[in-house]
């Protein structure tokens, strides 16, 4: 089972980017699945969790009203959009396989002018 995220860059602040988690090796549409991100030296922090049938949100305080996560579970796959960023999102973002706990790779977002 893997997860491989995508769509990260240089963007300035005010922008928009849509991150994608693709999963392979589980059943994704059975799981809650979520976003993560982590800041240079800070500790990685949750952001974004939405439920299997994607019916159910939440998000970290600090990005509510400017994130949005989703998924096609056709598609195995999970989405981030994220409006209005600042430089303050300049991160690595990841999700992770729900059984083992894997890690993918992260795709790195960065906030700047």
């Known amino acids: 089972a893997q997860v491989v995220e995508s769509g990260g860059g240089l963007v300035q602040p005010g922008g928009s980017l849509r991150l994608s988690c693709v999963a392979s090796?589980?059943?994704?549409?059975?799981?809650?699945m979520n976003w993560y991100r982590q800041a240079p030296g800070k500790e990685r922090e949750l952001v974004a969790v939405i439920s299997s049938a994607g019916s159910s949100t939440n998000y970290a305080d600090s990005v509510k009203g400017r994130f949005t996560v989703s998924r096609d579970n056709a598609k195995n796959t999970m989405y981030l959009q994220m409006n209005n960023l600042r430089p303050e999102d300049t991160a690595m973002y990841y999700c992770?396989?729900?059984?083992?706990?894997?890690w993918g790779q992260g795709t790195q977002v960065t906030v700047s002018s």
């Open positions: 992770r396989v729900p059984l083992s706990g894997d």
């Open positions: 090796g589980f059943t994704f549409s059975t799981y809650v």
